[in-house]
């Protein structure tokens, strides 16, 4: 068994959806309820050195997820976010994709989503 998180929860069925080459599950310090990684099943760090086919796995996995809680109502929005290589914050070894269910009301003003990863240029409406 791998020493790797992402492979030893694919390897373990830790999953809440799979298909041929992708697999999903919860992120194990999660932003809000229900924040879900979407990882291919072929260990690769940087998810521009997947196959189409591997995104195409992981965007179909990213749309069901995304589906599944919009039915729950466990979300108003979403932030879709993946984050390659260590400059641009990526702490773990494995292409990921990030789904994280957003509430309205959850922060005090969530302009700019994603802009935030560089807090100092998020802001672009006040300039």
Request: charged residues 25%; hydrophobic residues 40%.
């Amino acid at each position: 068994m791998s020493d790797l998180p992402f492979c030893q929860r694919i390897e373990q069925g830790d999953v809440s959806e799979q298909n041929d080459l992708a697999a999903a599950f919860f992120d194990g310090f999660p932003l809000s309820e229900g924040h879900t990684l979407i990882v291919p099943l072929r260990h690769e760090a940087d998810f521009f050195q997947l196959s189409v086919a591997e995104q195409e796995a992981i965007h179909s996995i990213v749309r069901v997820v995304q589906r599944r809680l919009s039915e729950t109502g466990s979300a108003d929005g979403f932030n879709v976010g993946i984050n390659v290589g260590e400059a641009a914050g990526q702490t773990v070894g494995h292409a990921h994709v990030h789904v994280i269910p957003r509430k309205t009301g959850d922060v005090e003003d969530p302009r700019g989503g994603v802009r935030w990863v560089i807090p100092e240029r998020a802001a672009y409406w006040k300039d």
